[in-house]
């Protein structure tokens, strides 16, 4: 906030501006614009877009950010499948973006089993790219007790069968199909 609050009061001073003559270019109230330099507001981010423009300014567009795998451990004992299919995906569509979306190494508070799942997709993506997995990936062992997802035996039996090479090496049991969303 104190950021959004030495922003607006820079604009408004380098072009010469009071708070009322900001104001009324913008179409906002003269308490307002007091309330965010004073840091007591937290203005919403078209808010800060309105009195910038006002003034003159533009704010530079925001560069897109990239899903990565290491976002995936959600709070460190569970997996968001969700930003994990999301990495997929744009390995699949980019290749060249797949040394990013894997290089970052989990958080340290991620338990084993979340980090060496992920280091397992980590290795398997860096194979379909033709790359070298990451360090991290490459140093997280294998689990002692196989994982997979639940299931019945028979999709169990399934889910075994059609895990690529570079996963199972980790003794994680996922189809690749599972890492995708669903095409429509």
Avoid: C
């Avoid at 900001?22 to 203005?43: F, K, M, W, Y």
């Avoid at 003159?56 to 899903?67: A, H, K, V």
């Avoid at 999709?155 to 890492?179: C, F, G, K, Q």
């Amino acid at each position: 906030m104190h950021d959004t609050a030495e922003l607006v009061r820079s604009a408004r001073e380098r072009r010469g501006l009071s708070q009322r003559a900001l104001a009324e270019r913008a179409g906002v109230e003269q308490s307002t614009i007091a309330r965010i330099e004073l840091g007591e507001a937290d203005p919403a981010y078209s808010t800060v877009v309105r009195l910038l423009d006002a003034a003159g300014f533009r704010l530079p567009d925001p560069e897109p950010s990239l899903p990565t795998l290491a976002e995936a451990a959600a709070g460190g004992d569970q997996i968001d499948w969700t930003m994990l299919r999301s990495v997929a995906d744009q390995a699949e569509r980019d290749p060249t973006s797949v040394r990013v979306l894997i290089g970052g190494e989990p958080p340290p508070t991620a338990n084993t089993v979340v980090r060496t799942i992920l280091a397992a997709v980590a290795a398997h993506l860096a194979k379909q790219a033709g790359i070298r997995a990451p360090a991290w990936a490459r140093r997280t062992p294998p689990l002692d007790v196989p994982w997979h997802p639940d299931g019945t035996p028979r999709m169990v039996r399934r889910t075994i069968a059609e895990t690529p090479p570079a996963i199972a090496r980790y003794n994680v049991w996922i189809r690749a199909s599972a890492l995708r969303r669903e095409r429509p």
